[in-house]
T-cell receptor
Framework: DTGVSQDPRHKITKRGQNVTFRCDPI?????LYWYRQTLGQGPEFLTY????????KSRLLSDRFSAERPKGSFSTLEIQRTEQGDSAMYLC???????????????FGPGTRLTVL | QKEVEQDPGPLSVPEGAIVSLNCTYS??????FMWYRQYSRKGPELLMY????GNKEDGRFTAQVDKSSKYISLFIRDSQPSDSATYLCAMSAPVSARQLTFGSGTQLTVLP
């Protein structure tokens, strides 16, 4: 399977704990995105990487959230001091360079479902 | 007010029916339009993408964009039970060409 992969698929944690999620994009995709989706809503943009550079962050991304893509390949999203309101599906997407994907078509992974107790 | 509004459904149709799914948007900067299908507890799957006003057809699916009315539609012909899913419209502006702005999704059930 050459699609976007995410790990873990499910995470249950207690309030106040730190969690880290991993995303492996499709090879050749230099653009990588993180989104958050709550029940009954569409995905909401969190942050965007082009290669290893984090070029855009949503105001949804509070100080407790940090994302990295150290070598321009996989990415991690960390949430510190989790709160119950962080419970959601965290989705990663990737896309080809803009000259090969001018419509900005993005391909999503299966997501990591986070439950904060 | 959200930038993208989508008929929430749920929508239930008999097998073989023609389904119409719709979104309106308020941001005139949106230039690229996409439809995603999302099965329960899965990631969104890209169905179609388009840029200009008009129709784009792919098999049983037709995407329609009317920029003057800020209105997009997805039509599904000869609907099948396997089409049962949540359908999300998404759009982006060319300047950023980064984030997608999604509608809240329409849940569709096709009854056999």
């Amino acid at each position: 399977d050459t699609g976007v992969s995410q790990d873990p698929r499910h995470k249950i944690t207690k309030r106040g704990q730190n969690v880290t999620f991993r995303c492996d994009p499709i090879s050749e995709h230099n653009r990588l995105y993180w989104y958050r989706q709550t029940l009954g809503q569409g995905p909401e943009f969190l942050t965007y990487f082009q290669n290893e550079a984090q070029l855009e962050k949503s105001r949804l991304l509070s100080d407790r959230f940090s994302a990295e893509r150290p070598k321009g390949s996989f990415s991690t999203l960390e949430i510190q001091r989790t709160e119950q309101g962080d419970s959601a599906m965290y989705l990663c997407a990737s896309s080809l360079p803009i000259d090969r994907a001018p419509y900005n078509e993005q391909f999503f992974g299966p997501g990591t479902r986070l439950t904060v107790l | 007010q959200k930038e993208v509004e989508q008929d929430p459904g749920p929508l239930s149709v008999p097998e073989g029916a023609i389904v119409s799914l719709n979104c309106t948007y308020s941001n005139s900067a949106f230039q690229y339009f996409m439809w995603y299908r999302q099965y329960s507890r899965k990631g969104p799957e890209l169905l179609m993408y388009t840029y200009s006003s008009g129709n784009k057809e792919d098999g049983r699916f037709t995407a329609q964009v009317d920029k003057s009315s800020k209105y997009i539609s997805l039509f599904i012909r000869d609907s099948q039970p396997s089409d049962s899913a949540t359908y999300l419209c998404a759009m982006s502006a060319p300047v950023s060409a980064r984030q997608l702005t999604f509608g809240s999704g329409t849940q569709l059930t096709v009854l056999p």
